[in-house]
């Protein structure tokens, strides 16, 4: 079971948004900034979002990320076939004194 | 680009001691903080440990606590993490990443590729 805690799964077709939602408690989200990672099939997990809503260089803007109370989401709009990855949360946790993911989505680009 | 080499993995018993080692390049190792996540097969990203920039400031997860050691050189680039008592739920593949800064709160940036770890009789 997961600290922060996420759905499975997630669908849509090419062209359309998807959220993917993170929910955690006062001790992480709440206190803390949440980063977002991407990892592709058979890949190394990579930073798309980081202090809630920041991209990296070369994340393009389709991704967006925000955070409110002691939730957090990630939208990706114009969804292209090659976004089908696991997306995972991630956020220091005050109480745990460590770092907590969420257990993971899995989007399906139909 | 950065460059982070994990190697060390393999297949021990139960019990068994390994340490994993994280070779950085192309960037400037002392400034960041260090961290390892795990991935046991098929299974989500789990959080292991992280350390600060200059190796004085160190964090463990519960399920690793006084069984696993995380260290750095960084005189020579590298990162460690010595694990002891290992036993059937620590097999996964470890990765090592970058912190996005100097601190352990600021996340995980560039991740290596991976090195197996598998314990079993």
């Known amino acids: 079971q997961s600290v922060l805690t996420q759905s499975p799964s997630a669908s849509a077709t090419p062209g359309q948004r998807v959220t993917i939602s993170c929910s955690g408690s006062?001790?992480?989200?709440?206190?803390?900034?949440v980063n977002w990672y991407q990892q592709l099939p058979g890949t190394a997990p990579k930073l798309l979002i980081y202090?809630?809503?920041q991209r990296p260089s070369g994340v393009p803007d389709r991704f967006s990320g925000s955070e409110s109370g002691t939730s957090a989401s990630l939208a990706i709009s114009g969804l292209q076939s090659e976004d089908e990855a696991d997306y995972y949360c991630?956020?220091?946790?005050?109480?745990?004194?460590?770092?907590?993911f969420g257990g993971g989505t899995k989007l399906t680009v139909l | 680009e950065v460059q982070l080499l994990e190697s060390g993995g393999g297949l021990l018993q139960p019990g068994g001691s390994l340490t994993l080692s994280c070779v950085a390049s192309?960037?400037?190792?002392?400034?960041?903080?260090m961290t390892w996540v795990r991935q046991a097969p098929g299974k989500g990203l789990e959080w292991v440990s992280i350390?600060?920039?200059?190796?004085?400031?160190?964090y463990y997860a519960d399920s690793v606590k006084g069984r696993f050691t995380i260290s750095r050189d960084n005189s020579k680039n590298t990162l460690y993490l010595q694990m002891n008592s290992l036993r059937a739920e620590d097999t996964a593949v470890y990765y090592c990443?970058?912190?996005?800064?100097?601190?352990?709160?600021?996340?995980?940036?560039?991740w290596g590729q991976g090195t197996l770890v598998t314990v079993s009789s």
């Open positions: 990443a970058t912190g996005v800064s100097s601190s352990v709160r600021s996340g995980f940036d560039y």
């Open positions: 192309t960037f400037t190792f002392r400034n960041y903080a």
């Open positions: 350390i600060n920039n200059g190796g004085g400031v160190t």
């Open positions: 006062s001790s992480n989200i709440g206190s803390n900034t």
């Open positions: 202090s809630n809503n």
């Open positions: 991630a956020a220091w946790d005050d109480s745990l004194n460590g770092w907590v």
